[in-house]
């Protein structure tokens, strides 16, 4: 017997189906992702806290879930809707199954709806917020459920990486991901909401990865003595991180070579001077298809962002705020010119939308942390560099991943 459910959205579109792991309410914003596998690593993603996760693959949880696939320590998705997800799991990395997780977790899902239709409104009228409601809760009148969703948070405003970050920082050590020579440099990793993969590809890099909360000041950080700083992936609306943005200043005004993803590219966007805003409906999945301007190659790529920075294309042009220099949009989206990608001329600072971990997704684009490091060596070798160093680098070939020990195999590379 089946647990009615009934899914709300906040311009009154309904869908009815059945539930699907835990049972009782879920509010958030409704975003999809389209990404056919790496359900495991999008659910665990801190970029989705706060949202709703509809996943247009119509067949989830074939491979079930295990302990090693996590990009963080639970689940952070708001809820959850599939629509035919997997009886049983089968893969020989299956611990448990997806719905006993979402059950585990007290998350809220839906099931047996029609994904495509949901998908295809929210990429006309856009993102909004919603509501997932089963068992008890969706026996309250539909008109107090809308009520409900109207007066749930918009993401616009929201605040979320600190809600998302370590609360104290963490050392992740070169020797613990195959790494077996000396360490080569120490990196300030600001945790907005950071992917356990991330910090991982440098490890096997040999670099110490310092995962720092995002409330770290400047002082913490100048204790470190970093090689270079990095702002992670996160969620919420770039427009309220103004701390991280007036750190981040203070990291390019003393020249610190700065790599940032996905959040971090827009607080480089706003310390830049840019502004940021709101996408109609976000790119979110594994196969997002992104030019790098200085080499012409296409890349695809995984994504989770519902902002972005608006920065002109026909660069370079003078930085709007701070004495920076030059900047010029290095990366663009092929669906819709999205800046996803900024380069410093003048200042060793650069920046990508996507996320190059490959957690889940594709490998295209590995070799962004090849770029950092190299940009970190000559840093410390007192040469004077800058993002532009970053571009046209022979070291970029078609498999673009190293053979890296150790390497953490995602539930795409399982499949």
């Not at 302990?67 to 611990?95: F, H, K, L, T």
Request: with cysteine; glycine share 10%; net charge negative.
């Amino acid at each position: 017997m089946t647990t009615p459910a009934i899914l709300i959205l906040e311009d009154g579109r309904t869908f009815r189906g059945r539930s699907y792991g835990a049972v009782g309410q879920a509010l958030g914003e409704a975003v999809f992702a389209t990404g056919m596998t790496g359900y495991q690593e999008t659910i665990t993603d801190p970029s989705y806290a706060g949202q709703l996760v509809v996943q247009t693959a119509p067949h989830i949880g074939n491979t079930g879930v295990n302990g090693q696939d996590a990009e963080s320590v639970r689940i952070q998705v708001a809820g959850y809707i599939v629509r035919d997800p997997a009886r049983r799991p089968s893969n020989w990395r299956s611990e448990s199954s997806l719905d006993d997780e979402l059950v585990r977790q007290g998350i809220v899902g839906i099931a047996g709806i029609d994904t495509r239709a949901l998908t295809r409104h929210l990429r006309d009228a856009g993102s909004m917020r919603g509501g997932i409601f089963s068992g008890p809760a969706a026996e309250r009148p539909v008109a107090e459920l809308a009520a409900a969703v109207a007066e749930s948070p918009r993401m616009t405003g929201a605040r979320l990486a600190e809600s998302v970050s370590v609360s104290e920082a963490e050392v992740i050590e070169p020797a613990d991901h195959g790494w077996d020579g000396p360490v080569r440099f120490t990196l300030a990793a600001v945790d907005l909401g950071i992917k356990a993969m991330t910090p991982h590809r440098f490890a096997e890099r040999g670099v110490r990865v310092h995962v720092l909360p995002a409330t770290t000041t400047w002082e913490q950080l100048q204790e470190l003595a970093p090689d270079g700083v990095f702002y992670s992936n996160g969620p919420g609306d770039p427009a309220t991180a103004d701390d991280q943005v007036a750190l981040l200043r203070r990291v390019l005004d003393a020249r610190i070579p700065f790599f940032g993803i996905c959040f971090g590219n827009q607080l480089l966007g706003r310390a830049l001077g840019f502004g940021t805003y709101k996408l109609r409906f976000g790119h979110r999945g594994i196969n997002q298809p992104v030019m790098d301007r200085s080499t012409g190659k296409v890349e695809i790529t995984s994504q989770n962002h519902g902002f972005a920075v608006d920065a002109p294309l026909d660069g370079p042009v003078p930085a709007p705020a701070g004495d920076y220099g030059r900047v010029e949009v290095s990366h663009v989206c092929l669906n819709d010119d999205v800046v996803e990608g900024l380069r410093c001329l003048d200042i060793p600072a650069f920046s990508v939308q996507y996320h190059p971990e490959a957690a889940a997704g594709p490998h295209d684009a590995a070799y962004l942390f090849d770029r950092f490091v190299a940009l970190m060596e000559a840093s410390k070798e007192g040469q004077e560099v800058t993002g532009a160093d970053t571009a046209d680098d022979p070291a970029r070939t078609g498999d673009s991943q190293p053979d890296l020990p150790h390497a953490h195999a995602t539930t795409e590379d399982s499949h």
